[in-house]
């Protein structure tokens, strides 16, 4: 499930505090991406890690000068938190995200990529030694 407005920012601050950075935001911005976000999306979470990244992507200064790094940031938690993996290096991402904020890629390409680039993680059982 995408976060809500409150978490996506509560997230920020704590990004921002930890890597020692002003959470500079625009927070009506962050609030429409959200939104179409979820439209992208349509409560089919497997296609959320797209969704989130791409409408993010379209707002480039959503996050003040930090924004390429945190929606990376947030799109690369945003698939772990549903168990997802991406198979590449963020400066990937960030090669991708450029593309995004060029138009140089549609919603359809970006789709595919994400669906060829997301791996499930494999759950450990628990306790350890347990099957």
Request: overall charge negative; aromatic content about 8%.
């Amino acid at each position: 499930m995408l976060p809500d407005l409150a978490r996506l920012l509560a997230g920020y601050e704590l990004f921002a505090e930890r890597n020692r950075f002003a959470p500079e935001r625009n927070e009506a911005a962050l609030g429409a991406a959200l939104e179409e976000a979820s439209s992208i999306a349509q409560e089919n979470e497997a296609d959320e890690p797209a969704a989130l990244f791409y409408a993010l992507s379209c707002r480039p200064r959503a996050f003040g000068k930090e924004h390429g790094r945190v929606t990376v940031h947030f799109t690369v938690e945003h698939a772990r938190g549903l168990g997802l993996a991406l198979t590449v290096d963020v400066a990937v991402l960030e090669l991708l995200r450029a593309r995004v904020v060029r138009r140089a890629i549609d919603l359809t390409e970006l789709r595919a990529w994400f669906s060829a680039h997301l791996v499930s993680i494999p759950r450990k059982p628990w306790p350890p030694g347990d099957t």
